[in-house]
């Protein structure tokens, strides 16, 4: 009679050492990676077009004011006055518009990428990464430029998300 000895694999015994990546995290930070893809597009779509949008705020200054436009769309991009000084201070402050905006979507990247590891730093990077942008806002190109329904939904959907992650904060363990 013959006894061989097994030892089990890891495969079998099942990874014990590691937590599970909880289901809503997951779903979490796979749409923060998503929303820092677009985050980088975007910045880098400001700094290219910040001269054209300079050149043609006259024309859509006059569309604007004209009755063919949509109530809506008019209040997406807030009053004519804000507008023309949006557009000069988003010229002037380009390149430092890039930067916070680089920045920003790489916090929030490296954020989500240590929350997925379970990591409790993530979430104060994330929401660091998640703020930057509206301070940055405030600063580059004043309060005026917080204004109207599309920066509205900007703020509802970063309010929504740092409200989902702090939820699953005590999912980190690390």
């Known amino acids: 009679m013959s006894y061989e000895t097994t030892n089990?694999?890891?495969?079998?015994?099942?990874?014990?050492?590691k937590p599970k990546l909880p289901g809503m995290l997951n779903v979490l930070t796979i749409?923060?990676?998503i929303g820092c893809a677009l985050q980088l597009i975007g910045a880098i779509w400001q700094f290219a077009s910040a001269q054209k949008n300079y050149d043609e705020k006259d024309t859509v200054l006059s569309q604007m004011n004209s009755e063919e436009m949509p109530a809506f769309a008019k209040?997406?991009?807030?009053?004519?006055?804000?507008?023309?000084?949006?557009?000069?201070?988003?010229?002037?402050?380009?390149?430092p518009l890039l930067i916070v905006g680089l920045l920003s979507a790489g916090l929030c990247l490296y954020g989500a990428m240590q929350m997925r590891k379970l990591q409790k730093q993530g979430y104060l990077i994330y929401v660091i990464g998640e703020l930057l942008p509206f301070v940055s806002m405030a600063?580059?190109?004043?309060?005026?430029?917080?204004?109207?329904?599309?920066?509205?939904?900007?703020?509802?959907?970063?309010?929504?998300?740092?409200?989902?992650?702090?939820?699953?904060r005590k999912k980190l363990i690390y």
């Open 8 to 17: 089990p694999t890891r495969s079998e015994l099942g990874d014990f050492d």
């Open 31 to 33: 749409l923060t990676f």
């Open 75 to 95: 209040s997406m991009m807030g009053n004519p006055k804000d507008y023309e000084m949006m557009v000069t201070k988003n010229l002037e402050n380009k390149v």
């Open 139 to 168: 600063f580059f190109l004043g309060t005026f430029a917080m204004k109207g329904m599309a920066f509205y939904f900007v703020v509802f959907i970063t309010l929504l998300f740092i409200l989902l992650y702090t939820t699953q």
